[in-house]
């Protein structure tokens, strides 16, 4: 199975500070394939970014996504204080369909 | 806008099973791939199985074979998730969610808390 792997696992970033996390694929995955989810504590999931750069519904035009193959990234250009979650990226490029270990990102 | 509703949470004993519900509206379920996922406390998330909901066709992670069992009812847009010979290990929140056209999770559950404990 293809192994995501997310760095940092922890976070923290002052209110405004642009803020960058990566997701390393053990193999290529293809970018239609591979997409983000935030998660608050006691929530479920939310789909956040879909197929590496594409904004799901509602979500603030101050985060982007990009890269191929094995590396990818999500990007906050101004953080703000409700982006404060546990940010996961996920493949569904090769059954089965895996999560990266997650990154929680706080506010300083 | 879709939406997902998940049965409450369970308290089951060693060994038992217990079926999971997941009952949708705000889409077209019989066009729909469900897939059923496991998060433990602090953990990252786990994907168990999916079923589409048309034709009942499934496919299971092969950590989950034989574990757990997919079903759905199309009357009722309900899925359903069995699953057996529960141990202490299968404590965890259990979400089912809808796969959207690039195989993202697009509408989520709220969670089921399953707790195994005797």
């Known amino acids: 199975q293809i192994v995501l792997t997310q760095s940092p696992a922890i976070m923290s970033a002052s209110l405004g500070e642009r803020v960058t996390m990566t997701c390393t694929a053990s193999s290529s995955v293809s970018s239609s394939y591979l997409h983000w989810y935030q998660q608050k504590p006691g929530s479920s999931p939310k789909l956040w970014i879909y197929s590496t750069s594409n904004l799901a519904s509602g979500v603030p035009a101050r985060f982007s996504g990009s890269g191929s193959g094995t590396s990818y990234s999500l990007t906050i250009s101004s953080m703000e204080a409700e982006d404060a979650a546990t940010y996961y990226c996920?493949?569904?490029?090769?059954?089965?369909?895996?999560f990266g270990g997650g990154t929680k990102l706080e506010i300083k | 806008q879709g939406q997902m509703q998940q049965s409450g949470a369970e308290l089951v004993k060693p060994g038992a099973s217990v079926k999971l519900s997941c009952k949708t509206s705000g889409f077209t379920f019989s066009s729909s791939y469900i897939s059923w996922l496991k998060q433990k406390p602090g953990q990252s998330l786990e994907w168990i199985a999916w079923i589409y909901a048309g034709t009942g066709g499934t496919s299971y992670n092969q950590k989950f074979t034989g574990k757990a069992q997919l079903t759905v009812d199309t009357s009722s847009s309900t899925a359903y998730m069995q699953f057996s010979s529960l141990t202490t290990e299968d404590s965890a929140i259990y979400y089912c969610a809808r796969h959207s056209y690039y195989r993202d999770f697009d509408y989520w559950g709220q969670g089921t808390t399953l707790t195994v404990s005797s």
């Open positions: 996920h493949q569904y490029h090769r059954s089965p369909p895996t």
